[in-house]
């Protein structure tokens, strides 16, 4: 990932996700209702959605700079 600016959204969207899994870690652990649980994975879940969608947008991004063929990128984008 070339664009540092990117990168450190990335990051931080990415961290922030790794510290919504150890509380959904920690709720299990302590037995918590399920219904709250599902609520936290779909958090987690959403917080991962938008780093990939990022990574995924710099992708396309570099290969439309460097003139490469965007098919595998748009095909995965598509099926994100």
Do not use: P, Y
Not at 14 to 27: D, E, N, P, S, Y
Not at 36 to 48: E, L, P, W, Y
Not at 55 to 79: I, P, Q, R, Y
């Amino acid at each position: 990932m070339r664009d540092k600016e990117r990168q450190t959204e990335v990051l931080r969207r990415l961290k922030r996700a790794a510290g919504q899994v150890a509380g959904v870690i920690r709720m299990v652990e302590d037995g918590r209702d399920c219904g709250d649980v599902i609520q936290q994975v779909k958090a987690v879940r959403t917080a991962m959605d938008a780093a990939g969608k990022l990574v995924l947008a710099c992708h396309l991004e570099e290969l439309v700079a460097e003139g490469k063929d965007t098919d595998g990128a748009l095909s995965l984008l598509m099926n994100f």
